[in-house]
């Protein structure tokens, strides 16, 4: 894990740096990078969350050095300190940011405490305060405390949309747990812990106990939302398998941090649905959405719904002790090994069909970075090394 989880940062290393500010966003297969100006906030900062494991599994200055050089990009060139918000994407040139999406998501915000917290965990300057700061501005402007979840996206002055989703509140989950780690302030562990029950038990109750992505303002589940647009790269029709699992999977790290005796039942049974219902039998991998009814509504393959899923494999065999959940990590682990591994050029495909051919030449386009991969091999990493703490009692 240690090791495959540096040869992919290998992959971006150097070349991924603008020395005028931050990093290059768009690669090819080989490398190369294909739009030199444009950067997506998503991307921006899972290049400090990717150097910061980089630096915890290596130890090489190198990779701190480049996620400081990632963090202040993110803090100077998407900030909006006229508004207080963060852009989603802008055009960099000359060493000036143009706006292209002044949209605000809670998405984006929690990437940003996830990226601020990995550098607490690294000791890079500052970022502590930032972390405060962006998790007052979710809690601000996001944060419905009568739904006991965020909303997901505003205008530039704040106004915000209808739309609200589950996945922003599964990577703030996400983002939570890790500062709570960093910093051991209790308010992002209880605000986590909060997240994922009204997310899982709650929401998932109104879907016969399946994630279900899109709601309404008041959270009632949006059956329609995109209902021909299955392959949506943030808002896909659809049950996300991939988001079963990674559910399940921070539901395990949620664990080690402050335990309840929901967690793990509840980790299995996602786990346990997805591939029921998504793992293909003839080909290998897991499909990328299944449909109310069950039926494979997007057979193709995505890089991070595998490594998400072994990630949480490992954790259940290590949390449960059923041996079963090895055998899923050993046929996923495999399966990304022979597919979604580019021996030849280095770092993973991105989306493959479902009989396992690559679909585009472009490895990373704005928000991969390989940070799946590479952060389901750490987290695997720190889970066989034993080195989470002790968890708490909820």
Same mark, same amino acid.
């Given at each position: 894990? +240690?090791?495959? #989880?540096?040869?992919? %940062?290998? =992959?971006? &290393?150097?070349?991924?740096? @603008?020395?005028?500010?931050?990093? /290059? !966003? ?37 990779? +701190?050095?480049? #996620?400081?050089?990632? %963090?202040? =990009?993110? &803090?100077?060139?998407?900030? @909006?300190?006229?508004?207080?918000? /963060? !852009? ?46 962006? =998790? ?259």
């Amino acid at each position: 894990m +240690k090791q495959h #989880a540096l040869w992919t %940062l290998s =992959f971006y &290393e150097a070349q991924s740096v @603008d020395a005028s500010g931050g990093m /290059y !966003h768009f690669y090819l297969d080989d490398g190369r990078v294909y739009n030199a100006s444009t950067r997506h906030l998503v991307s921006a900062t899972r290049f400090v969350i990717t150097n910061a494991i980089g630096f915890q599994l290596s130890g090489e200055q190198n990779f +701190k050095e480049r #996620a400081v050089h990632a %963090l202040r =990009f993110v &803090e100077t060139a998407f900030y @909006d300190s006229e508004n207080d918000g /963060y !852009h989603w994407t802008i055009d960099w040139r000359d060493g000036q940011a143009t706006p292209l999406d002044q949209t605000r998501h809670m998405y984006g915000l929690a990437f940003v405490m996830l990226a601020a917290a990995k550098a607490v965990q690294i000791g890079i300057a500052g970022a502590k305060g930032l972390l405060e700061r962006t =998790f007052d501005l979710a809690e601000r402007r996001f944060y419905d405390a009568q739904a006991g979840l965020y909303a997901d996206d505003a205008s530039a002055d704040w106004t915000l949309s209808g739309y609200r989703g589950q996945n922003a509140n599964m990577h703030t989950c996400e983002a939570l747990i890790t500062a709570f780690a960093a910093t051991k302030d209790a308010r992002y562990i209880e605000r986590a812990e909060g997240l994922a029950r009204n997310i899982t038990l709650r929401q998932a109750a109104l879907c016969d106990g399946g994630i279900w992505e899109h709601y309404t303002a008041d959270w009632k589940p949006d059956l329609e939302y995109n209902r021909h647009d299955s392959s949506n790269i943030f808002r896909p029709w659809g049950f996300q398998p991939g988001h079963f699992t990674e559910w399940a999977k921070l539901l395990c790290l949620l664990d080690t941090q402050l335990q309840a005796d929901w967690h793990l039942p509840r980790a299995k049974e996602l786990f346990d649905r997805a591939l029921a219902v998504a793992w293909d039998a003839n080909n290998g991998g897991i499909h990328y959405g299944f449909g109310l009814d069950d039926s494979i509504c997007d057979a193709a393959k995505y890089h991070w719904v595998q490594a998400e899923s072994m990630a949480a494999a490992a954790y259940l065999a290590l949390r449960t002790g059923e041996a079963r959940y090895w055998d899923w990590f050993d046929r996923l682990w495999q399966y990304c090994w022979q597919h979604f591994v580019d021996h030849e050029q280095g770092a993973w495909f991105r989306i493959l069909t479902a009989d396992n051919f690559n679909l585009t030449r472009e490895k990373s386009p704005a928000g991969k970075v390989d940070y799946h991969n590479i952060g389901a091999c750490f987290d695997v990493y720190q889970a066989l090394t034993g080195a989470l703490s002790q968890p708490a009692q909820a």
